[in-house]
């Protein structure tokens, strides 16, 4: 049997009796929802954007490539399919489902459904390649900003600099610090005007005179007769005109120095030191010496060419190369045993006649004869056992002639370092003599020094002695 039916008419639209037309308007609603939903998320790219690191290159989205029509309607379809199969509920249920899953979970992104009609036409293969490669390259060129960022930076390694270099360097670095003392002003661009070297003045070899009855001496330490030769010695022989000039630290063996080394009219006599290269002493004279001696008669001090002694009729001359103690003081002990014995020597000479002992002593006897005492008491040729030993040998009968007829005058300098442009600034000390028996001393008309002829590291000393 058929069931009985229901007295009471039911309503179109639905089990419950919800009219129709509401029920419409509700599933509109409810479809409109999820559209609004999908929208959503796109709004919020510019924010996400907008949170990269500022600076970075913000590299273009990539397009999606256009689908074709028959695909996009076949993805249509599908859709709709998908929809039609979900279970159907009440717009009351739905809504609440949907206000409940936005606060607790947030929706997912839902693909944007490509209209058929706003699909463009399929591009050329070289237009699509072209820009797939564009955005590959954009998409690196981010990624590789983000990199180099996140790196640390390389410290670059530090370059070794090469002897000459670093030489330089430190030479520039102490200009400066003695432009920044001395208060130098620099130009309008902040560069200070680099000091051109003062010229040197001209000799005038023909003062002081030199009268009828007197004999021109020098004595000159040549820091190497071969380098001097160079620089001019013949030149300022013929100019300087001497009777006898006495010459140290030759470092040149005796068989190489020719006639050709010095004007006509002289004889010569050099000694060389067994170590080749160092030290040596050599003499040219006019005046034809009676004997000629080497050496003290001492072996352990007369291995390296240090003393020549020429005897004349009324006077001996001692050309002398009084060792260095060394910059380390190392030869400080040796170079005491050397004047003890030498002193010995100068005493059996001057027994005989009268003593001219000229040359390189090595030794700044006063404080006046070095330009800074206070800071060179550790220097060699200012020691105190140096500067006792030269005033133990004054005090045998012997006269420093330069300080007899100049004593008090001061930078009257013999050497000055080739360091630190230590001649221009007149930095040296007194190191070359004229010592002289007391009783001769006063055939010394005068004393005087080269000081503007170069060649050396030292300065030609010059006296006139009558004869």
């Known amino acids: 049997m058929e069931p009985e039916s229901s007295s009471t008419p039911t309503k179109r639209g639905g089990p419950r009796g919800r009219p129709a037309k509401k029920e419409k308007e509700e599933v509109a ?7 609004a939903e999908e929208a959503a998320p796109a709004e919020t790219k510019p924010k996400k954007a907008a949170a990269k690191k500022v600076g970075r290159k ?21 859709a709709a399919a998908d929809d039609a199969a979900e279970p159907t509920e009440s717009g009351s249920n739905r809504g609440k489902r949907d206000r409940a899953g936005k606060a607790k979970t947030p929706q997912k992104k839902q693909p944007a459904k490509a209209d058929p009609e706003d699909t463009p036409k399929k591009p050329g293969a070289k237009a699509k390649k072209a820009a797939e490669s564009e955005s590959e390259e954009d998409d690196k060129d981010d990624e590789s900003v983000d990199e180099e960022e996140l ?6 390694p530090k370059k070794t600099a090469t002897p000459k270099k670093a030489a330089a360097a430190k030479k520039a670095g102490k200009k400066a610090a003695n432009d920044e003392e001395a208060g130098d002003d620099s130009d309008e661009d902040g560069e200070a005007e680099e000091a051109k070297p003062a010229p040197i003045p001209e000799t005038n070899f023909s003062e002081p005179a030199l009268e009828a009855n007197q004999l021109k001496i020098v004595s000159w330490n040549v820091a190497g007769f071969a380098a001097v030769l160079k620089k001019g010695f013949r030149e300022y022989m013929e100019k300087e005109k001497p009777d006898i000039i006495c010459l140290q630290e030759t470092k040149i063996n005796p068989a190489k120095v020719t006639d050709k080394d010095a004007p006509a009219g002289y004889e010569r006599y050099f000694i060389a030191s067994e170590t080749a290269g160092q030290d040596g002493t050599g003499v040219f004279t006019r005046i034809k010496p009676l004997n000629v001696t080497y050496g003290i008669g001492v072996k352990e001090h007369d291995q390296e060419g240090r003393v020549i002694t020429l005897e004349f009729e009324k006077f001996y001359v001692i050309n002398c190369y009084v060792p260095n103690s060394g910059m380390k003081l190392q030869h400080l002990e040796y170079r005491m045993k050397w004047d003890d014995a030498f002193r010995e020597y100068m005493k059996g000479l001057d027994a005989k006649k009268p003593i001219i002992w000229c040359g390189d002593l090595n030794v700044a006897h006063l404080d006046i004869d070095l330009k800074n005492p206070k800071t060179n008491k550790k220097s060699p040729g200012f020691q ?10 004054l005090g045998m009968g012997f006269v420093d002639t330069y300080r007899k007829h100049h004593p008090t005058e001061v930078d009257c300098y013999t050497f000055w370092s080739y360091k630190r442009e230590a001649r221009s600034k007149d930095i040296g000390l007194r190191l070359d003599y004229f010592v002289i028996s007391e009783r001769f001393v006063g055939q010394v008309k005068t004393i ?13 000393l010059v006296i006139h002695l009558n004869n």
């Open 29 to 35: 609603h409810e479809e409109a929802a999820p559209e």
């Open 448 to 460: 005087y020094r080269r000081k503007y002829v170069m060649g050396s590291d030292h300065c030609p």
């Open 58 to 78: 913000k590299a273009p989205e990539p397009e999606e490539s256009p689908k074709e029509p028959e695909a996009a309607a076949e993805e249509t379809k599908a």
């Open 151 to 156: 790196k640390p930076k390389a410290k670059r």
């Open 384 to 393: 105190p056992e140096e500067r006792e030993s030269f005033s133990k040998t």
